[in-house]
């Protein structure tokens, strides 16, 4: 089944939701944060949204669940968009080969993270934001809500709470960059930023419906310019090196998009110049990444013919 533009997404969601009933193992929730260790790995549910905002879903589509890492994607454009290239010289843009929340390699370069979207990197993108806008949490849930269009979308302030109270090494990186000079922010004022980002909750719906500027090359919803062309494929590029923690050479082979996983079970993805996608279930392979979501993108990519490649 090779999509064609007049064709809708409907079929095809619904005969990927079927074969990922199969599936034999569904991975484990996360359980470094209390709250999200309940959630059971059989929900499933997948959302495509198309440049104008049309938008199929399957499953538990309209459900929320915790979109943890996949918020990295909207502060990193967010900030992109503010400082333009100047924010490369405190993060760079190499897949780090460590785990996601590793402080190894950031003494070997001198606290400067590998990516933006390992939590060192992520925290330094926050950071940059913060200063910016005075309110970086803030700034990124008026974004989602705006290209979304769900005014509901919120902080799960149970879930930054948990977060905070086993925060210890996001604390730790963040101390470390800030000894080399690379944050600029009182660290708890930080952390207290970064955990709330990564706490908002929203569904399959509005994450995919947020994602749309970066299949539209940095427009947004309402026609206006996030990102220029240029930007939103440096982004794109990002994703697709670094954004599914250290497996993002097997996402690629697998899946052919960029995309961004986060240990909720989300994972986010662009088609550029024609849709997005958004993925959840919270079982988690051994890397981090939902185990049906990741199954279900690969077979969306290979029952559409709809990749980078
Ligand atoms: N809030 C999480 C942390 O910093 C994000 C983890 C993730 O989704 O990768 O540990």
Request: glycine share 12%; charged share 20%; hydrophobic share 40%.
């Given at each position: ?243 599914t923690?250290d497996a993002a050479g097997e996402f690629a082979y697998r899946v ?31 890397r981090?990444n939902?185990?049906?979501?990741v ?15």
């Amino acid at each position: 089944m090779i999509m064609t533009s007049s064709m809708t997404f409907e079929p095809v969601l619904k005969r990927i939701a079927r074969e990922v009933e199969q599936l034999p193992g569904r991975g484990r929730p996360a359980d470094y944060i209390p709250v999200l260790a309940a959630r059971d790995p059989r929900r499933f549910g997948m959302a495509v949204a198309e440049l104008d905002g049309t938008v199929y879903g399957v499953g538990d589509w309209r459900e929320p669940f915790s979109a943890q890492s996949i918020t990295k994607v909207f502060t990193l454009a967010l900030d992109l968009a503010r400082e333009g290239d100047a924010l490369w010289e405190h993060v760079g843009r190499e897949p780090s080969g460590n785990p996601f929340n590793s402080l190894v390699q950031l003494e070997y370069e001198n606290g400067i993270p590998r990516n933006p979207f390992i939590n060192a990197g992520a925290l330094v993108v926050t950071d940059r934001l913060h200063t910016r806008t005075g309110d970086a949490a803030g700034e990124l849930l008026a974004f989602l809500r705006a290209e979304s269009g769900n005014p509901g979308l919120g902080f799960d302030t149970q879930v930054a709470a948990s977060e905070n109270a086993h925060g210890d090494r996001n604390a730790a990186l963040a101390h470390f960059m800030a000894a080399y000079g690379n944050i600029g922010n009182p660290v708890p004022e930080l952390l207290d930023q970064y955990f709330r980002q990564c706490s908002i909750s929203a569904s399959c719906a509005d994450l995919a419906l947020a994602t749309g500027f970066l299949a539209r090359h940095g427009i947004r919803a309402d026609g206006g310019r996030l990102l220029t062309r240029s930007q939103a494929k440096q982004v794109n590029a990002v994703m697709l090196t670094c954004g599914t923690y250290d497996a993002a050479g097997e996402f690629a082979y697998r899946v052919g998009l960029p995309g961004k996983s986060g240990v909720g079970g989300g994972i986010i993805a662009v088609v550029p110049g024609r849709c997005t996608l958004c993925v959840w279930s919270p079982g988690l392979d051994e890397r981090g990444n939902s185990v049906a979501g990741v199954a279900a993108l690969d077979r969306f990519t290979t029952l559409t013919g709809l990749s980078v490649f």
